[in-house]
Each structure stands twice: as C-alpha cells, then as structure tokens.
C-alpha cells in the first residue's frame, strides 16, 4: 500500500490555546504527518468571551487562522479550529457546542473540513453580588474542572478577570469587579477557551477524528486527500404505500475535495418507515 501524501509531512495548527495535544492524536492514529504547533494571538479575529466580536462565519475564520500560522512558518498544509457554545441553531432552547476543524493545503489547492455538534458542554451563567451564596451555581459550573471568568453587569466592554480556578480567586474577582460595575453586581461565566474547558476539549478531540479520518482517505480517481460524504441521494419508498418522500435520504453520496469523481456510499434506508410517510401518516 501506498503511504499516505502527508505520511511524515510538517502541518502547523494554528492556536492560541493549548489545542496540540487535543488534536494531534488523531492525526498521528490516522495519517502519522508531523504536526506542530504555532501560538498566534488570534483574538484580533473575535474572542470566546465577546470582547471582540467575530467578524466571519466560524469555518472562514478558522481558514483565516490556518493561513495564519502557514504564512509566518512558510508551510504549505495548516490547521486551525473554531468553536462556538450558544443557543443550538435547530434547538434554541438547549446550549450546544459546536466545532469547526478545517486543513488548508496550499500545494493541492483544497480545504478539507469537519464540524461536530455536542450537547455536552458545561456552559453556566450567574448575576452575582458580594458575599452572594454560589455553591449550587459552582456545582452546575464543574468549578473548578471547568474555570470561570467574572465580568461586570452594568457595562459589557468593562475589565474581565478570566480563568479562575480558586475559590479564593474568584471571591477577590468578585469584589474587584463589583467595584467598577455600576450596580455593583458582576456577571460569573464559563471561561469557554479550550484549554479550560474539559467538556469543550472533549468536543475538539471529536472534531479532530472525524477530520483526521476523511483526510486519510484519498480519492480513488486522483488521490488527493479528504475523500468522503459529500451529501445524500434523496428519494425513500413507503414501506405500506409505496409512494416516495422525496426528502428522506436514500444513500450516502461521496465526493473529493479537488475533482468532480463522485461514487454512492453506504445505504441509508430502503423503504420508509409508515409513520414517517406523509400520505400514511400525515
Ligand atoms: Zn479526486
Ligand atoms: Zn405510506
């Protein structure tokens, strides 16, 4: 068998937050390229506790932070991800994390990327006072597995303290930051950077297998890497009346990154259930 295009190759992650060992597992299992990595001071491109707004959508500012790193070590393969925690886009009334993990390789002129939504993320939030009671909020916070940030109320472009992980820390955060709230009240949140995140580098380590899979599979007309699902072939018989629904999906479809080969993938269902049938069951 052929060794991999990237067996052995230098690839750099772009970070600012301790992602190597999170994310260079995978790819070692996978691909056994030589990654590495670079501490960038990303912030500029949006942070995780809204000092900064992000400017673009999570995938185009984690291709932005890739060529980051690519540009200032001269490497022609780079990797960066981007993360959000918020209201899920499907189910607004649950917080859900979700990672993007793109590579940009400069010398076969493509992009190969992964996202992975979880439900397990330990984001908390609380208004606080000084000398308030918090235990049962620092228990739904993990703290201190999971740090802390203390912000003001009054005025969101206000001092932060970021990383707590004392309780004696996050008492004197409280009391410095009520000081220059203006209601005196403070804000107490996850600190959602990954390196102080363990539910959220649980969800980066999952991102980085699914990436570091579909880039270890090479196109079988091309061989270039990052073949695999690229959407579904639509259309499922009803398994009573036969009529079709031509929205379920029918069987995987795969595709490359670089040219127009595609082949069908695995069967995901060949007849459809009765109670999903909009003439059966409408
Ligand atoms: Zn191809
Ligand atoms: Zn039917």
Redo the contacts with the bound molecule.
């Keep these: 068998m052929l060794a991999h295009p990237y067996f052995q190759k230098k690839i750099v992650l772009t970070t600012k937050h301790d992602k190597l060992r999170l994310i260079k597992p995978a790819f070692d299992q996978y691909i056994g390229c030589e990654i590495f990595e670079i501490n960038m001071d990303t912030d500029q491109l949006g942070t995780f506790s809204g000092e900064i707004e992000r400017m673009a959508p999570p995938h185009e500012t984690a291709i932005v932070k890739a060529r980051l790193g690519m540009n200032s070590t001269g490497t022609a393969i780079g990797i960066a991800s981007e993360g959000s925690v918020g209201p899920d886009p499907l189910i607004p009334f649950i917080n859900s994390n979700i990672e993007h993990l793109v590579l940009v390789d400069d010398e076969n002129q493509i992009i190969i990327s992964e996202v992975f939504r979880s439900f397990e993320i330990t984001a908390a939030t609380t208004t606080a006072s000084v000398g308030q009671e918090l235990s049962d909020f620092l228990i739904k916070a993990d703290f201190p597995a999971h740090r802390l940030i203390v912000r003001p109320n009054s005025n969101k472009k206000g001092e932060y303290v970021k990383g707590i992980s004392t309780l004696d820390n996050l008492i004197q955060s409280i009391e410095k930051i009520s000081k220059i709230s203006a209601d005196r009240l403070v804000i107490i949140e996850s600190d959602l950077r990954a390196m102080h995140s363990p539910s959220r580098q649980k969800n980066i380590q999952e991102v980085a297998n699914l990436l570091a899979k579909r880039v270890s599979q090479l196109c079988p007309q091309c061989q270039v890497p990052g073949w695999g699902r690229v959407g579904f072939e639509k259309g499922v018989e009803?398994?009573?009346?036969?009529?079709e629904n031509p929205n379920a999906n029918r069987q995987e479809k795969l595709g490359c990154t670089k040219c127009d080969y595609t082949q069908l993938g695995e069967v995901v269902s060949n007849s459809?259930d009765?109670a999903q049938?909009?003439?059966?069951?409408p």
Excluded at 238 to 243: H, M, N, P, S, V
Excluded at 277 to 281: A, G, L, V
């Design positions: 009803c398994a009573e009346c036969k009529e459809l009765p049938c909009q003439f059966c069951n």
